[in-house]
């Protein structure tokens, strides 16, 4: 697959090149004259031995019957791609039909030196087997980018899942028409099989190396021009069936396996010795036939045709199925962000085309056992709408979180979204997105996203090593302002980080018949050897999770037992409530008087602002220091050290103080963690404990070296107890957010090779850097006067004069 999107991505890059390159080929081998050895016998031309007039009414039936079935076939395929109504998907498709056409045709005429009446009997064969559907669905899923730079992206993409299974099933028809060829001793089968051969080498050429330059060159034309009314088609309802189908094992299998037999039974044919004569004279005598005979054979194929075309949907066979699904899914437009226009109808006038070949619901139910490939979208709705399938459960039942996404979006917006609603619900954007982790671990109910933007400051020097900070937010000013401070730490040496705590906590409430009872079991649960009895039951669950300490807490009847363990690299809030309940469980059959009221006792506390974070820690218990030098605060901060530590003890400290405050003596940590949790794929919510963070700032003194006068410098320290990061688990292991760790090199567990922990612990020393630099960076702008002005410059949209009136 990433051969063939490395390639097609060539051809779409280098467009130009390769359509003037292939144009030149083609044009050029007219001129040639090069001749085969042999020529092949055909309708219109005088073979060396005579032909007698049995063997020419055959060839005319044949002939006949073959282009009425081409017909049929065209008329079909043109039918399904008019109802995408979309004028350019129908010219980009007859542009490639007329092209791939006349390739055929110059190269049957100039390369084999054939005359024209040839082609005429060679175009049915070669219209049969050209690749239309492949082409609608590369094309629409082109036609999904919103940005030109993104095209070549598209064109890969799309090319990277349709080209295996092309290349599988081109090598899988040429060997089943060799040996054909091979086998069948009959002059019009044999020629029909040359024709077929040749076509179909000639539509995977041009497919695979002028359809993706093509495809660059008038897509991005179209672009520059592209209109409201433009349809715009979802990438995952596109190509999900071509990539079902490279990814279905046992369809991939039975081709191979095809085609193994196939070359050892070409191999083996020497063996086998057919009667030449006997065998075309038996298939002549067949299609010998009067003109009365001629004319009957004609009506049936006419009045056979008017019903196919009618009722084509009804005969076809539920081995069928699956390749009508790919048509009925790849042809169905699924509104994204981008869509302008508004939509009376949800479904595609191919969905309401398919709603009445609809299969029953128990049908259905047994093909989706068997893959849910075999069953349409429409149907799926259907399955929805009866109860069958449950809304949510889409992705499980599918198997594919992207089309379970789409379909969720198509009966949401005819179900549930109010129809003054429906434009506002087309601007969520769901294309461009791979929902398999995020619909597994973070988000049920799934029907889009919602994109954040992210920057990068830096580098943080931290401990002597640079990091660039990944951080994703919507307030302006905040990656220039952390940057500054970033700045000035790093001319200043850096941060130093030390962790002082590490430990996640649970903490669930008992109740007993009294209270002399909940004080009992209080002081049983501080013995040592107790402790060990429940540390055994609590680390029975895990092999990372290792409990460190209870802290009981008695009100009345009840009873409140904190327990804090480490957790390795996740979080640990699953990890605790497993050990925390068969610790609980072993109690109740040493105590039968304690009852379990809840699991979480919210003296945890877990997202909630509480004192026992503040003063007992949870999670990482970080501190980070830094020393700046009297003349970096001036130059770069434009202030000086008395007013910024005076600034701090007022407004940090004191200030928060007569507010009441609990570990908020700060100017803006919240603003940096949730930035960084965000980017990070941590838990948004837990920035209220997280954000826990006391600011200090003092005036020392700071020798330098080969200088007896002392200079002053800020000492400056930012203390968080309660920092709640993880690098696995969660949101952790979705893909962007994964890159941001990577970025940070603390992604994924950092067992076996360091200590279980070490990441979490780094991640959460470089927040604290990272919130230390923004402490800095805001009292200096609170000091100078500056914040006003910042904000002014970097957080305001001047070109909406309305929002100038928001504050």
Known sequence: VKLFEFYARFC??????????????????????????????????????????????????????????????????????????????????????????????????????????????????????????RMVVLTKHCLSTSSVDLLQDYIAEGMGALTPVLTLDTLTELLVLINIGGFVQVRQLQQLSCFACLSVIINYIVFTTFVPACLSVLLTLLNKTKTNEDEIYSRPSCLQNEKSKLDHIFTRRVKILLCSALVGLHWFKSFFTFSNDSM???????????????????????????????????????????????????????????????????????????????????????????????????????????????????????????????????ILKTTVIDKSRIEAFNHIPHTGYDFTTATKACCENTVGYVAVPLGLVGPLKLDNQNYMIPMATTEGTLLASTNRGLKVLHLSGGVTASIYGDGMTRAPVVEFPSAEQACRISNWLQDSYNFTLVRDKFEATSRFAKLKRLTPAVSGRLLFIRFTATTGDA???????????????????????????????????????????????????????????????????????????????CKNHIGSAMSGSIGGFNAHAANIVTAMFIAT?????????????????????????????????????????????????????????????????????????????????????????????????????????????SHMRHNRLSRYPQTQETE
């Open 12 to 133: 779409a890059k280098y467009a130009l090149e390769v359509i003037v390159c292939f144009m030149t080929m083609v044009v050029g081998a007219v001129t040639l004259n090069l001749s085969s050895p042999y020529e092949l016998c055909h309708w219109a031309s005088n073979c060396a031995e005579s032909v007698d007039e049995s063997q020419v009414s055959s060839d005319v039936v044949l002939l006949t019957v073959l282009r009425c079935g081409t017909i049929i076939y065209i008329y079909m395929q043109l039918k399904k791609i008019w109802k995408i109504r979309s004028a350019c998907v129908v010219g980009i498709v007859c542009a490639y039909t007329v092209f791939a056409v006349m390739t055929f045709s110059i190269t049957l005429v100039h390369f084999l030196r054939k005359d024209l009446v040839i082609v005429g009997s060679a175009l049915p064969v070669f219209l049969l087997l050209i690749d239309i559907t």
């Open 280 to 410: 075309q004279s038996s298939f002549d005598s067949v299609f010998t036939l009067t003109p009365e005979q001629l004319f009957t054979v004609t009506l049936i194929i006419i009045l056979g045709s008017k019903y196919l075309l009618d009722d084509g949907y009804e005969i076809v066979s539920r081995f069928r199925r699956r390749s009508e699904s790919l048509i009925v899914s790849s042809t169905t437009p699924v509104s994204t962000c981008d869509v302008k226009s508004s939509h009376k109808t949800s479904y595609s006038a191919v969905e309401t085309y398919a709603t009445s070949s609809l299969r029953t619901p128990e049908e259905c139910m047994n093909l989706l056992k068997v893959g849910s490939d075999l069953v349409t979208d429409a149907e799926i709705i259907a399955l929805v709408e009866k109860k069958k399938i449950p809304l949510y459960k889409l992705e499980t039942v599918l198997q594919d979180a992207n089309r379970g996404v789409a379909i969720r979006r198509k």
């Open 571 to 649: 979080m640990g809030m699953n990890m605790l409530s497993k050990g925390v309940e068969n610790a609980l469980r072993w109690m109740c059959e040493q105590f039968p008087d304690m009852k379990v009221l809840s699991l979480s006792g919210n003296f945890c506390t877990d997202k909630k602002p509480s004192a026992v974070n503040w003063i007992q820690g949870r999670g990482k218990s970080v501190v980070c220091e830094a020393v700046i030098p009297a003349k970096v605060v001036k130059d770069v901060l434009r202030t000086n050290i008395a007013t910024l530590t005076h600034l701090n003890r």
């Open 681 to 789: 794929g941590q838990d948004p919510a837990q920035n209220v404990v997280s954000s826990n963070c006391i600011t200090t700032l003092e005036e020392i003194s700071c020798p330098q070296i080969g200088d007896t006068t002392s200079h002053t410098a800020l000492h400056i320290t930012c203390t968080m107890p309660s920092l709640e990061v993880a690098t696995v688990g969660g949101g952790t292991a979705l893909e962007p957010q994964k890159a941001c760790l990577n970025l940070l090199g603390v992604a994924g567990s950092s067992a076996p090779n360091t200590k279980p922990g070490t990441n979490a612990c780094q991640l959460a020393k470089l927040i604290c850097g990272t919130v230390l630099a923004g402490e800095l960076s805001l009292l200096s702008a609170l000091a100078s006067g500056e914040l006003v002005q």
